[in-house]
């Protein structure tokens, strides 16, 4: 521990306070908590989705996924990007039209049933568990590295920092730090990689040669197959990255903070662009890591490789670039698990106390402290399980939450937007059918089960072979959500045409 790091931290935890304390102050309305009253900007929106995106997964995972496996490591970041395209081209309009603080709000425009909503709260809360627990295995990893201090100490300390942000400033609060977060991200991603295409003379085509010579791995580094070697589990990887951000309830929540559906589409331009950038540039993290600071430093730090990035900062810039880097780190993971908590918050709030059990006769000031209180239950419950995920790579964990979300969100998104015969029935049914085959097969899996001890939450031998099910799930989502509608007796034309008219227009009546 420097004088240094102690000033970065500082910095950072001083300024996200006084954030949060000018956002307090305007927050005093549900719209204000849950969505910061519909008021950003589309570039102010589309830096908080970048900042809200680009979490402990995409700075800590996948620089450490690339060092340690090269190409295979690569998957992760154009699976990430690419999912925007599915985003901006089928869901964001539709989406911001229909909604109005969650998910659930807007498959219940077209169904207004109990047991619809029930089942996408319930969906969010999942989803909003698994990414919780990644960026706080992340955030632990980090703070461990550079205080030395106890892992469940480290976990603690940014549990409550999150949990003071969505009490007190809401989304706006929530957003502001998302977005001063993305550019003080992007800056030291720009640094590191200057640094590191200097170190091979600012030619790439050098670059490429050398990381053929500088890992145990050899040529193998910079070709697939190094970590996945199985097709079937590489697609399914890859399934889950690239459809999953459509069904993400914490990026989804983003497009209710902006007043119509055009701002929301240039969110998502502005966003891509961003999200983009970095993630062609964790090509130079991942490769310098691997060549400046080695395997074993990078797995002795953390078996997961989670520390790569910091690792790297140290071996170029010293102390100083560590500390700002390690800050901007642990910035990025407060502005992610602040809107996980928010958005987990609203399910349990908004969806299950308010539209529920109160069946929308709630006054303002009480669903504000039942979101105060939900948000407090979700922070406590994510790092209770988080203590007991240290060694998983925080990338991957995301990409289990990447699972569930495209199993059993994004095919009842699509149908409700556009199949005419879908009904209450398809979505209860299709939601659940995604929920339960991605939970059950993640639980079979090599990331529970593993013949060799400690790598694996138990020792035994996995009964589904592949890390991540989306290639299964997904398909049995939509096939759910197909037959429990096809099987039911439920018609409403004249429903869908009004949710057809709304998706594509905005209008309200």
């Known amino acids: 521990m420097n004088a240094t790091v102690i000033f970065f931290f500082l910095l950072i935890v001083a300024g996200t306070l006084v954030i949060t304390y000018w956002a307090a102050k305007r927050t005093k309305s549900t719209g204000d908590f849950y969505t910061a009253g519909g008021g950003l900007t589309g570039w102010q929106n589309g830096l908080a989705i970048a900042g809200d995106y680009l979490s402990a997964a995409s700075f800590l995972g996948i620089a450490g996924a690339i060092a340690l496996n090269g190409f295979d490591g690569f998957f992760y970041s154009i699976g990430f990007l690419i999912a925007y395209l599915v985003v901006l081209f089928l ?68 549990g409550v920092m999150m949990t003071i942000y969505v009490l007190f400033g809401g989304m706006t609060a929530t957003s502001w730090v998302q977005i001063i977060k993305a550019l003080l991200l992007m800056l030291g991603t720009v640094i590191i990689s200057f640094m590191v295409l200097a ?10 040669s050398e990381m053929k010579t500088v890992t145990e791995h050899g040529a193998d580094y910079l070709k697939p197959g190094l970590k996945y070697t199985d097709p079937l589990g590489t697609i399914s990887l890859m399934i889950a990255l690239v459809l999953g951000t459509a069904g993400l309830p914490h990026i989804l929540m983003r497009f209710f903070t902006v007043k119509d559906a055009k701002t929301a589409r240039s969110s998502v331009i502005t966003a891509t662009w961003v999200v983009g950038i970095f993630y062609v540039l964790t090509v130079f993290l991942g490769f310098g890591a691997a060549a400046f600071v080695g395997s074993k430093a990078i797995t002795s730090a953390n078996t997961a490789g989670n520390m790569a990035a910091p690792l790297l900062a140290e071996a170029l810039g010293g102390d100083f670039l560590l ?35 109160k069946k929308g006769k709630i006054s303002d000031r009480d669903q504000m402290l039942a979101a105060k209180y939900a948000s407090f239950g979700v922070s406590v419950f994510s790092i209770i399980l988080a203590l007991f995920a240290q060694n998983l790579n925080v990338a991957f964990l995301v990409s289990l939450a990447f699972c569930v979300a495209a199993s059993a969100n994004l095919p009842v998104i699509l149908y409700t937007i556009y199949w005419k015969r879908f009904n209450t029935s398809g979505a209860v049914t299709g939601m659940l059918t995604g929920l339960i085959v991605s939970l059950v097969l993640v639980i079979l899996s090599p990331n529970v089960f593993s013949p060799v001890p400690g790598e694996a939450m138990f020792v035994g031998d996995p009964i ?25 007796k439920e018609r409403d034309p004249r429903r869908y045409a009004e949710v057809k008219v709304k998706a594509n227009t905005g209008y309200r009546e």
């Open 464 to 488: 589904f072979p592949f890390t991540n099910p989306a290639l299964f799930s997904v398909p049995l989502g939509f096939l759910g959500g197909y037959l429990g509608t096809v099987l039911s």
């Open 323 to 357: 500390s700002f880097v390690s800050a901007v780190a642990f910035a990025t993971i407060l502005a992610v698990v602040a809107g996980l908590v928010l958005s987990g918050a609203s399910a349990f709030a908004h969806d299950v106390y308010g539209q529920i059990i």
């Open 199 to 208: 170190k091979f003379n600012f030619n790439l085509v050098y670059m490429f």
């Open 91 to 158: 869901v964001a309009e539709p989406l911001r039209n229909l909604g109005k603080y969650t998910l659930a709000d807007m498959i219940n425009a077209r169904f207004d049933a109990k047991k619809v909503r029930g089942a996408a709260a319930l969906n969010t809360i999942v989803i909003v568990i698994f990414y919780m627990i990644a960026q706080l295995v992340g955030a632990g990893a980090l703070i461990q590295l550079l205080f030395g201090i106890d892992y469940w100490v480290a976990v603690l300390i940014v």
